[in-house]
């Protein structure tokens, strides 16, 4: 079964320092999330993509977290500089279509803030 | 007030039981609901969409009550494997953005 892949699983990192997470969608799905779910809390939308484009970053911190999908294929997300506050999982999910009822969740990174 | 509220929780149920979760949501343009399972420490996954004829799936029936802008889910004779966090999601806007609930959860005991 087709799965999305995210790396790494696990990371640690001190405030002041730079992460960047990176997530391959099941192959052919257009659409691609990226999520952030606080401890206690569902995920909350980051940031879509539709192919390489961006369709919605409204809740992306933009002074510190950037976010790419160049060749409408894999993704990395970014944070500089990582705040303690960004203590979280951050989840990729992909659905085949825009519209698509059924969004795919990878296995998550586990970001710790020191 | 968040867009999607859900019982606080947490449930804790014997086996056998019948548990319902319910939800509201404060958008009346959201346009499709879904409840999504997240195990410990695991990523959410599909449960069931959520359909305003109401629709089961085996165990599991889900119910949408667009006048009163209400969501629930029935899980009848409850199983150890059912304890999970349940989501309750809305989607809505021109990019069919998903919100979810804080989550409810449940721990099924022998």
């Known amino acids: 079964e087709a799965e999305v892949a995210q790396s790494p699983r696990y990371k640690i990192t001190e405030k002041s320092q730079a992460v960047a997470f990176w997530c391959d969608p099941i192959s052919g799905h257009a659409t691609l999330y990226w999520y952030r779910q606080i401890l206690g809390q569902g995920p909350e939308l980051l940031v879509q993509?539709?192919?390489?484009?961006?369709?919605?970053d409204s809740q992306l911190p933009k002074d510190r977290f950037s976010a790419e999908r160049l060749k409408g294929v894999d993704s990395t997300l970014k944070i500089q500089p990582a705040e303690l506050g960004d203590s979280a999982m951050y989840l990729c999910?992909?659905?085949?279509?825009?519209?698509?009822?059924?969004?795919?969740f990878g296995p998550g990174t586990r970001l710790t803030v020191l | 007030r968040k867009e999607v509220e859900q019982d606080p929780g947490p449930f804790n149920v014997p086996e056998g039981a019948t548990v319902a979760f319910n939800c509201t949501y404060s958008?009346?343009?959201?346009?499709?609901f879904f409840w999504y399972r997240q195990d410990c420490r695991k990523e959410p996954k599909l449960l069931m969409s959520v359909y305003s004829s109401g629709n089961e799936d085996g165990r599991f029936t889900a119910q949408l009550n667009r006048a009163s802008q209400y969501i629930s889910l029935l899980i009848r004779d409850s199983k150890l494997s059912d304890s999970a966090t349940y989501l309750c999601?809305?989607?809505?806007?021109?990019?069919?953005?998903?919100?979810f609930g804080k989550g409810t959860l449940l721990t099924v005991n022998p």
């Open positions: 993509f539709q192919d390489e484009s961006v369709v919605d």
């Open positions: 958008n009346s343009a959201s346009q499709s």
């Open positions: 999601v809305g989607s809505g806007g021109s990019n069919y953005k998903l919100t």
């Open positions: 999910a992909s659905s085949l279509v825009l519209a698509g009822n059924e969004q795919f």
